[in-house]
């Protein structure tokens, strides 16, 4: 009975999220979510990540004391000589700017990790904290060893399915989703650019120098950012601390939306951040 109640109570905050995302807020070139009073919370997704997938993060921090506020990156508006880590880190900046926000806490995940490093080391008086989960910026796997083949769905499918370890977190609309990227060539040749600048953008001569309280939380199963990466992130990161989801892929905040939520804010608090 009790997991019941747990079940319609999580329905019931998806179908509010939802109703919110309908509700994105456009002001000039941005776009995002936002939800919460408290301190900020900028929630930056990965590159083939949309807002949708921190639902549970954005629920729970907001009902628990911080502003939460997921803007949207713009991958594939931008002009392709401008695709590329450092202009969205510099958009993030604007954004930031934009919304009078000083010392934030910024959540990454894959790409997004990637971007608030940049971010940080280019203009640290803006943040205070990171949370970085399955982040690159030291080495990643964009879709395995192959690049996704155009007009092959079930190619697609498993490669989208194995990001994650129960291959049921990736729904039909995420698998759409990217189908219609990667058959787009304006969009390959973006996400192309991006691992370029990504490449370019190694940041282990940077992390020493980061010295803001960082909560690293990887999946044991990341095949993107493999769990090394992680332990990598934790030795040249001086203030630094690194939890394990165990039967979890990329994406923590998605297939072990609980446990991701319950070990960020128990460090929020150790931290009193």
């Known amino acids: 009975m009790v997991f019941y109640k747990k079940k319609i ?3 019931n905050r998806k179908k509010q999220f939802f109703k919110m995302i309908e509700n994105v807020i456009t002001e000039g070139e941005f776009k995002y979510i936002e939800a919460g009073e408290g301190k900020t919370i900028i929630v930056l997704h990965g590159l083939m990540g949309t807002l949708s997938m921190f639902h549970e993060v954005l629920h729970y921090f907001s009902e628990n004391g911080y502003r939460v506020i997921v803007p949207e990156l713009p991958i594939y508006s931008l002009p392709l000589m401008k695709t590329n880590i450092k202009s969205f880190s510099l958009f993030i900046k604007k954004f930031i700017d934009h919304k009078n926000i000083d010392n934030t806490i910024i959540l990454g995940n894959s790409l997004g990790g990637h971007i608030a490093l940049y971010l940080t080391k280019h203009f ?10 399955g982040s690159s910026g030291l080495y990643e796997k964009a879709m395995g060893d192959t690049y996704p083949k155009r007009g092959d769905y079930e190619y697609i499918k498993n490669k989208t399915e194995s990001v994650f370890y129960d291959p049921k977190t990736a729904s039909k609309e995420m698998i759409d989703n990217l189908f219609e990227v990667v058959n787009d060539r304006g969009s390959v040749l973006r996400i192309l650019s991006l691992a370029k600048s990504a490449i370019r953008h190694n940041m282990a001569n940077d992390l020493p120098e980061m010295k803001i309280p960082t909560c690293l939380v990887w999946g044991k199963q990341d095949n993107v950012t493999p769990p090394e990466v992680g332990e990598d992130f934790n030795k040249l990161m001086p203030n630094s601390e690194l939890f394990w989801l165990d039967k979890c892929g990329h994406a923590p905040m998605m ?3 609980e446990d991701f939520n319950k070990i960020v804010h128990a460090w929020f608090q150790k931290n009193h951040i």
Not at 125 to 131: S, Y
């Open 124 to 133: 640290p008086e803006l943040v205070n904290t990171l949370v970085l989960t």
């Open 9 to 11: 109570t999580f329905v």
């Open 255 to 257: 297939e072990h939306p």
